[in-house]
């Protein structure tokens, strides 16, 4: 395998852009959403984006510029039920989920893009073109930047929200720009990674972070830096053994999960 021979496409230059950029911001936010016990937030609005992709294949539209705003839309619908007493997050997710990964099975079958199924469910490097890498750049940098001016507030909401309330922190305002950040992530994600398994990157780099460090922003640097090298491991040994991308990434990410797992087991008996 030759890193030079392989970074010389420009294929293999934009997954590795746009993977590593989403694999940032999906571990910053992984990190706050693992903690608030809203992880499953991502496997949701991925659903909702594999509908709106199929709506705009299906009317030959910019899939980036439908998706968007469905998904940001959805997220903020996800945010009010599952502040319903009567539904609960959990439920809200699964209700969202399922309908909206229905409604896009039943739109692609209907307008025969049934060949592209793929693509959407598992995503494709071959899928992104230099404008798709060039909007994912922009609204990635977004997301950093929006993370790094609201940190303070967003690290008070995670751990108490009674506390940030009484002191003035507008949490409902705080958890909408979770949600949106969450939602864009989604979106840019979905290109390489696919809808099914871009939800694992918001998820298996904060709980891994979460067992080998203490500290919150210890946990958020862990998680970006691992995040980060998973998905370089994984464009390399997919573009090597011709594995899809998001899924290789995926099994990257449980190896690693599994290694802090045991490790974490270790400590625990050794203190005994």
């Given at each position: 395998m030759n890193l030079i021979e392989?970074?010389?496409?420009?294929?293999?230059?934009?997954?590795?852009?746009?993977?590593?950029?989403?694999?940032?911001?999906?571990?910053?936010?992984?990190?706050t959403l693992t903690l608030k016990r809203f992880s499953m937030i991502g496997d949701g609005l991925s659903h909702v984006g594999f509908g709106a992709l199929a709506f705009a294949a299906a009317l030959n539209l910019a899939p980036l510029w439908v998706s968007i705003p469905v998904v940001v839309?959805?997220?903020?619908?996800l945010l009010r039920l599952s502040q319903n007493n009567h539904i609960g997050s959990e439920?809200?997710?699964?209700?969202?989920?399922?309908?909206?990964?229905?409604?896009?099975?039943?739109v692609a079958s209907l307008t025969g893009i049934n060949t592209d199924l793929n693509t959407y469910l598992f995503g494709?490097?071959?899928?992104?073109?230099?404008?798709?890498?060039?909007f994912?750049?922009?609204?990635?940098?977004?997301?950093?930047?929006?993370?790094?001016?609201?940190?303070?507030?967003?690290?008070?909401?995670?751990?108490?929200?009674?506390?940030?309330?009484?002191?003035?922190?507008?949490?409902?305002?705080?958890?909408s720009i979770i949600s949106i950040l969450t939602a864009l992530t989604i979106v840019v994600g979905m290109r390489v990674m696919g809808t099914?398994?871009?939800?694992?990157?918001?998820v298996f780099p904060a709980v891994t972070a979460n067992y080998l460090c203490k500290r919150f922003k210890t946990v958020v640097i862990f998680a970006a830096v691992l995040s980060l090298l998973c998905v370089f491991a994984g464009v390399v040994i997919s573009y090597d053994f011709g594995t899809p991308t998001g899924a290789t990434v995926v099994v990257i990410n449980l190896t690693v999960f599994l290694c802090a797992f045991?490790?974490?087991k270790i400590r625990s008996k050794r203190k005994k």
């Open positions: 392989m970074f010389s496409f420009d294929f293999m230059l934009r997954a590795f852009a746009v993977g590593a950029l989403v694999a940032l911001c999906s571990a910053m936010l992984g990190v839309v959805a997220a903020f619908f439920s809200a997710i699964a209700i969202i989920s399922s309908s909206a990964l229905a409604i896009g099975v039943i494709s490097i071959l899928a992104i073109s230099d404008i798709d890498m060039i994912c750049v922009v609204l990635s940098a977004v997301v950093v930047v929006m993370f790094l001016l609201f940190y303070n507030k967003i690290f008070a909401v995670t751990f108490d929200e009674d506390f940030s309330k009484a002191t003035g922190i507008n949490t409902s305002l705080n958890k099914l398994l871009i939800s694992s990157l918001l045991s490790i974490a």
